[in-house]
């Protein structure tokens, strides 16, 4: 009888232990993928941008309702401006962007990822889901007459991965930028952990089975598959240019090296000293920090506008 007690006792802690574990990975999951929606402060109108369509797109992954903006321009070539994490389409330095790669004579269009800015949606689909996103947004292209292999795709942080998972699986991505990716989603968790919540980095690998297990339940995708280290062989040899800077505290230089390694056709451009993201205001100057937005500029409009034929930067 004593026996069974004690086993009775030992499967209920058990359970009991499991269902603190999951829920635990749920709390945390739940904070993870849930951005801190950001809503535009101004309109492109008020911006300087007078002739934006504005777009009402469905996500080709499940139908999530997206909003994004077409930058007109009778260039042949367009590229797709994607944001980071918690943040939105014409958030930051975007502007700067836009302006630069419209004088080149591209088409931009820019979008607000799942569950930013204006777009439905309440969570990240860690890099995966956004794939359909991208999809929406070439189908627009193409209905543009935009034709395959002369879309580019410009990421930041969050949106440098998207890039990257993006042009893995679509053909007519001809080139990239992706500036300041993660390597994996496994590999960036611990930090956005940290960030979001204060609790211990290292907290994200024991939580991890748990995470895992609820991210294939609730959301259809799989934390390992989220890893543009992974994808950067399947992009080549359509060419990558990674940023990044070599003081970014949020993603480690490192991961940039990394996937440069893992890429046959990426080249890196480490931006010497720059933080998270810097590279539109840092840019380097003989190893130091240096303002000189319009290198920056020149060199990213200049890597999509040779790739993409589309002639001389202006």
Same mark, same amino acid.
């Given at each position: ?24 990975? @749920? ?18 109108? *008020? ?21 994004? @903006? ?19 389409? @014409? ?34 689909? !860690?890099?995966?889901? *956004? ?35 993006? =042009? ?38 024991? !939580? ?18 989220? =890893?543009?280290? *992974? ?22 230089? *490192? ?13 890196? @451009? ?33 890597? !999509? ?7 001389? =930067?202006?």
């Amino acid at each position: 009888m004593a026996g069974r007690h004690v086993g009775a006792w030992f499967a209920a802690s058990l359970l009991a232990a499991c269902c603190l574990y999951l829920g635990a990975s @749920w709390v945390i999951l739940t904070i993870l993928i849930t951005p801190e929606r950001k809503p535009h402060r101004q309109s492109p109108a *008020e911006l300087g941008f007078h002739h934006v369509r504005e777009l009402a797109l469905r996500s080709r992954t499940d139908g999530t309702p997206l909003r994004g @903006w077409l930058v007109p321009s009778d260039g042949p070539a367009a590229v797709i401006l994607l944001h980071g994490l918690h943040s939105n389409a @014409w958030d930051c330095q975007t502007p700067d962007l836009v302006r630069a790669y419209a004088r080149a004579g591209f088409r931009v269009l820019l979008l607000d990822l799942r569950g930013h800015g204006a777009s439905g949606g309440q969570h990240a689909g !860690l890099g995966l889901l *956004e794939r359909g996103d991208v999809q929406a947004a070439m189908d627009v292209l193409v209905r543009e007459k935009v034709a395959p292999g002369r879309i580019g795709v410009h990421g930041t942080s969050y949106g440098a991965a998207v890039a990257l998972l993006a =042009a893995a699986e679509l053909g007519a991505i001809g080139a990239v930028i992706a500036d300041s990716s993660f390597t994996s989603v496994r590999d960036a968790i611990g930090a956005e952990l940290a960030r979001r919540t204060g609790l211990p980095a290292g907290l994200a690998g024991v !939580l991890m089975p748990g995470l895992r297990l609820l991210t294939r339940l609730t959301e259809g995708v799989e934390v390992d598959d989220a =890893a543009p280290v *992974e994808a950067m062989g399947r992009i080549a040899p359509r060419p990558v240019l990674l940023i990044h800077g070599t003081a970014d505290a949020v993603i480690p230089y *490192e991961q940039a090296e990394r996937l440069q390694a893992a890429g046959p056709s990426a080249v890196l @451009w480490p931006l010497r000293g720059a933080a998270h993201t810097q590279g539109v205001r840092l840019v380097p100057d003989c190893g130091r920090p240096a303002p000189t937005r319009e290198l920056f500029l020149r060199r990213v409009v200049g890597f !999509l506008a040779h790739h993409l034929a589309v002639g001389h =930067a202006r």
